[in-house]
Structure formats: C-alpha cells, structure tokens
C-alpha cells in the first residue's frame, strides 16, 4: 500500500510569508504526526491529530499550526516565516492506538531566504 | 528536561562486521523506545521497538536491548551491510509523541 506523501517536496519562500505542507498518511492511518528536523537542534515534534483533534503540541510558537480533516489527512501552516524556520518537515502517520510504529514521509524541504 | 542522547555522533564498521549503536535515554516513564534508520534524502525508517517491559527484542538482522537500570538502548546489527550506512535515531515514545535522540552516522567499510 502506498506510504505517506508529503507535497511539496521542496519549498522557496521569503521572509514573512506564510507556507503550507500537506501530509496523505498511509490509508486506514488516523494519527498524525509532524517533525521538524534541523542540523542543529535534530528532529523535535511539532504538534500530533487523531480524528481531526489535536493531542499533542510541542514546544512551538504559535506561528505554527496544524490542522487534520476528516479523510485523515493533515496540514501545517507556518506563518510570518523566519530564517530559523528553513528546515526539514517530516510528516509521519500511525494506525492511532501508539505512535511507537509511525511511518515517515520523505519530507518537504522548506528553505526561507 | 528529558532527553534522549547518543554516545557517538559517528561509527565506522567493516562491511561483514557487526554494529552496535548506543543511546542514553533520561525519561524512565517511556513506554516504548524506537530505531529509525535515515538515509539522505529520506524520511526516517522504523526499524524495530521494544516495550518498556522488555530487555530484548530480535528483528532481521537487528537486536534492540533496553538497560532499564542505567538507561541504555542499543541496537545491534548483525553482517553490516554497505545498505546499512545511514543515520540511526533512538527515540522514545510516550503522551503521543516521539522525543529523539541526536543521530548516529553509521559508515560502512569496504
């Protein structure tokens, strides 16, 4: 069955612009997670949705947000980005029950200049 | 607050030879603990868990042992393979969300 795809792929924006990422997980899927991964600080977690609800939140600015629709597939929004921001977004997608079998997308490279 | 480390940021392994990557972990509420193996370019790759109430779990190829006493996780993989050389994260998982660890580059030798 087909893993979980994340659009765009590779993303150029400009400072305070705003972006949004989408995440299909993989079918039958109801959580899903999103990630950010940096060289510097590794990869830290972002916000989590089961059934349209968020569960979980990491410690981000409310700059980021997220949302998941009723098909079980999810966005995350950045808004007035920063340099900082420019980094690897990784969505990833579980069965709901535990997040411990989560499957990763291949990401979408964000790169704010 | 609680972390999940590596002891090595890099490992270096004949191709045939066996690799064992080590991570410390500080959250002895964990439930679970997890490898994802990254290639670049790619999104992490789950490899193999173990619940907290295990010591040992075996997978292809790979053997996670989990150290409650002293907070040590490590993965073993047997015949490392040239395919093996990537990035390998231990993350812990509890509340709903994975905390990970900062990364092993595994190089496989000829």
């Known amino acids: 069955k087909a893993g979980v795809t994340q659009t765009p792929r590779y993303l150029i924006k400009t400072r305070g612009q705003q972006v949004t990422l989408s995440c299909s997980p993989i079918s039958g899927h109801r959580s899903v997670s999103w990630y950010q991964q940096t060289p510097g600080q590794g990869l830290q977690f972002l916000f989590e949705?089961?059934?349209?609800?968020?569960?979980n939140k990491g410690n981000f600015p409310g700059r980021f947000s997220g949302r998941q629709f009723s098909n079980s597939r999810s966005e995350m929004n950045v808004s007035t980005l920063e340099l900082g921001d420019s980094a690897l977004y990784l969505c990833?997608?579980?069965?709901?029950?535990?997040?411990?079998?989560?499957?990763f997308g291949q990401g979408t490279r964000l790169t704010v200049v | 607050g609680e972390s999940v480390g590596l002891h090595l940021p890099t490992l270096s392994v004949q191709e045939g030879d066996n690799s064992i990557i080590n991570c410390a972990y500080s959250?002895?509420?964990?439930?679970?603990f997890i490898w994802y193996k990254q290639e670049s370019g790619k999104g992490p790759q789950f490899i193999i868990d173990i619940r907290s109430n295990m010591d040992k779990r075996q997978g292809q190829r790979v053997t996670v042992l989990l150290n409650k006493t002293v907070k040590h996780l490590s993965l073993q993989i047997a015949a490392t393979q040239p395919g093996d050389s990537a990035v390998y994260f231990c993350?812990?998982?509890?509340?709903?969300?994975?905390?990970f660890g900062s990364g092993t580059q595994l190089t496989v030798l000829p």
């Open positions: 993350a812990e998982g509890s509340a709903r969300q994975l905390t």
């Open positions: 959250n002895s509420a964990s439930d679970y």
């Open positions: 990833a997608s579980s069965r709901g029950d535990i997040v411990a079998e989560a499957f």
């Open positions: 949705y089961f059934s349209e609800t968020q569960r």
